[in-house]
């Protein structure tokens, strides 16, 4: 038996094994089942995805709940630590070593031959420098902050619901955040109990990041498919969620009325989202094109399709891809999601739109969440900026006015002309 401690691990020179994996299945009672080192289907998290999907999480949640838990089983499996007899020393080291350690490398069937090598060990990497485009910072290869987070809350949920059922360990081994001692004891535990896990990263908070108008110009420009564009200009104008556009039906689209049908991600309910004239313009050429091509002529059918035979509805993972020829294109990093940011700057700031008709739009349950796009961006921010240094600078620069009763040519014969 491996020792648990923190004293006798060495997280630097772990290597996490890649064992088990994350399987998709065709049952819809188990659209994801997460199988051990041996190859078994671990029924703990089959129990805790089944308690998600009962909560109306969709599959692409489970998923990503998945992935944070094959992480977690993949290192108790490098320690030879049953996942119901895991302690507060190892989660504590899962944490540390996600921490320090850089990623695992991922073989890909596109990867280059000759790409960058692995970190050794140890070698705390540093950040990708921001991209000159967007100004956004590619992945690092370390786990990000976020990435973190989301981690500890999974494993903590995980443990907490099994903790419930009477299942697991008799106690949390991701524990919940400590207490503010400075409140009085009359405060409550409640109030003085912080926000999250003990073990969860704390986040900055970053604005919303759009497009410049200038830049969308140029990422349109450089698509290449009628598809591609209908896209992006449905995108940046209903402010819907890269995934939700793809949901939509051929019977969801009204030129006339100027609406799009979406299945909502979250309620997973119906809702028709203004649009642009050029979106619905763009989407017709698009068609005509797709039906010459045999693309499915149905209402019934999906709206979006791939462009290669045999034809296939659009899958989020296609539409990043496109996405990403085009960036390569630019030399930008952009996102399908700063579409929806872009949309949602370019009506919160709109004078003459009401914010809780933004708020409908985006879907958003609370209204803070709108707000946040009625504050400058960061290219507005900066830009204010540099206009105030300009305008510091023009003031330096203006010449001083002599006083009165001073000789014109006395000043110029002393300074040269220069006054």
């Not at 890649?18 to 129990?47: I, K």
């Not at 020393?89 to 000759?114: L, N």
């Not at 494993?155 to 207490?179: D, K, M, Q, V």
């Amino acid at each position: 038996m491996v020792e648990t401690g923190d004293a006798g691990r060495d997280l630097v020179g772990f290597v996490l094994p890649d064992s088990g994996g994350l399987v998709e299945t065709a049952d819809a009672t188990r659209p994801y089942v997460l199988l051990d080192a041996d190859g078994a289907v671990a029924e703990p998290v089959s129990a805790f995805f089944a308690e998600l999907q009962a909560c109306g999480g969709a599959p692409a949640t489970i998923r990503s709940y998945g992935m944070d838990l094959l992480r977690w089983w993949r290192f108790l499996a490098g320690w030879e630590v049953a996942w119901n007899r895991a302690t507060r020393a190892d989660a504590r080291g899962f944490v540390r070593w996600m921490e320090i350690v850089p990623k695992p490398a991922r073989s890909h069937w596109r990867r280059r031959a000759d790409a960058g090598a692995t970190p050794a060990p140890g070698a705390r990497p540093l950040a990708d420098a921001p991209n000159q485009v967007t100004g956004r910072a590619g992945p690092g290869r370390l786990y990000s902050a976020a990435t973190r987070a989301h981690c500890e809350t999974v494993l903590r949920s995980f443990y907490a619901f099994h903790l419930e059922e009477g299942t697991g360990p008799i106690i949390n081994p991701f524990p919940a955040g400590r207490e503010r001692r400075r409140l009085p004891v009359v405060a409550g535990r409640a109030a003085r109990q912080s926000a999250g896990g003990r073990y969860r990263p704390s986040l900055p908070q970053r604005l919303p990041r759009r497009i410049p108008d200038d830049r969308f110009n140029e990422l349109f420009a450089a698509l290449r498919h009628h598809r591609d564009r209908a896209l992006l200009a449905f995108w940046v104008s209903n402010g819907g969620r890269a995934s939700e556009l793809l949901t939509s039906r051929q019977r969801d689209s009204l030129p006339g009325e100027q609406l799009l049908g979406v299945i909502r991600k979250g309620t997973r309910a119906y809702q028709q989202l203004p649009s642009s004239p050029d979106a619905f313009v763009w989407l017709r050429l698009y068609q005509e094109e797709a039906w010459r091509e045999g693309v499915p002529q149905d209402l019934s059918e999906a709206l979006w399709w791939t462009l290669r035979r045999p034809f296939r509805p659009l899958t989020y993972h296609a539409a990043r891809a496109m996405l990403n020829r085009a960036n390569a294109l630019l030399g930008a990093n952009w996102t399908l999601h700063d579409l929806r940011h872009t949309a949602a700057y370019r009506m919160a700031r709109d004078p003459g739109l009401a914010l809780t008709d933004v708020q409908w739009v985006l879907g958003h349950a609370q209204l803070s969440t709108t707000q946040i796009y009625v504050s400058a961006g960061r290219e507005e921010i900066i830009e204010a900026v540099l206009a105030h240094h300009q305008r510091q600078a023009r003031q330096t620069e203006v010449p001083a006015v002599p006083a009165s009763g001073y000789r014109a040519e006395s000043l110029n014969d002393l300074f040269g002309g220069a006054q």
